[in-house]
């Protein structure tokens, strides 16, 4: 894989992992839920009831959500380097499937979904690659697995994650996920997400890869159903720019 595939991988994957944490709470899993094996311990039973009764209490909040501004840091921990990589940009969401996740320059680069298509989009290389989310769903299941949000109702995430309650405060609770299926847990060990009670939304993402680094993404600055318009999630490639429409997953 080159580096810009890896790139456009790692942040599809850190854009959809937004999307998916903003449906989180309106599709709570009612089905799957792990109960107490023999010999397991009854802390942890407890840890994965709690956090599947804190998500119900935030799905109301969830459910009236019908856009999101907000403005984030992202920090990449490299087992290569001694200081992480710090990214900043802005975050759009409105209901319908549809979100630009925006890294503002040296680096620039934007991932925009209009719903059916996911677009990511470098100004300085003059690159773009263009995915069709219907397509995938039946070609890569660890895709599948990665865009539920997308592409399935969150009642599955339960089948993807086992999930547990991480710490919890008076204002907001962390869950702590982690991949059950041997395709997506070469890409992640674990997942952190933690959320606020006042309105249901992501504060901060932390996420463990395989190989030991670290990503997190802090949001600030955020405003909820505020009037956007649909034109903000189309994209039409500027002249000049090379597009890639992708066909094959074989490497995700």
């Known amino acids: 894989m080159n580096r810009l595939s890896l790139l456009s991988l790692c942040r599809l994957f850190a854009a959809v992992l937004v999307f998916c944490a903003l449906t989180l709470a309106s599709e709570a899993p009612k089905g799957k839920q792990d109960a107490p094996a ?16 804190l998500l119900e209490g935030t799905r109301a909040k969830i459910k009236e959500l019908r856009s999101v501004k907000a403005k984030f840091v992202q920090e990449k921990h490299l087992s290569m380097l001694l200081a992480p990589v710090v990214s900043k940009g802005e975050f759009f969401y409105k209901a319908g499937r549809k979100f630009i996740w925006h890294y503002l320059p ?19 290389l003059k690159q773009a690659e263009v995915y069709d989310t ?19 109702p969150l009642c599955d995430l339960a089948d993807a994650f086992s999930i547990e309650l991480a710490a ?7 869950v702590l996920l982690r991949p059950r ?24 993402f932390y996420s463990t890869e395989r190989n030991d680094d670290r990503t997190s993404i802090s949001f600030t600055e955020t405003e909820v159903n505020q009037e956007i318009a649909d034109s903000l999630f189309s994209f039409v490639p500027p002249d000049g720019v090379t597009v890639d429409e992708k066909q094959n997953l074989s490497s995700y």
């Open 38 to 53: 023999s010999g397991s311990s009854l802390a942890t039973h407890d840890r994965r009831a709690t956090a599947m009764r």
């Open 106 to 124: 040296p680096d620039e680069s934007f991932t925009i979904s209009d719903g059916t298509r996911i677009w990511l989009y470098f100004p300085a």
């Open 134 to 152: 219907q397509r995938f769903k039946t070609r890569s299941r660890t895709f599948e697995k990665l865009c539920l949000g997308f592409e399935r």
């Open 168 to 174: 919890e405060t008076q204002t907001d609770f962390e």
């Open 181 to 204: 299926e041997e395709a997506l847990a070469r890409l992640i060990a674990e997942l952190r997400i933690l959320i606020s009670k006042e309105t249901g939304l992501p504060v901060r």
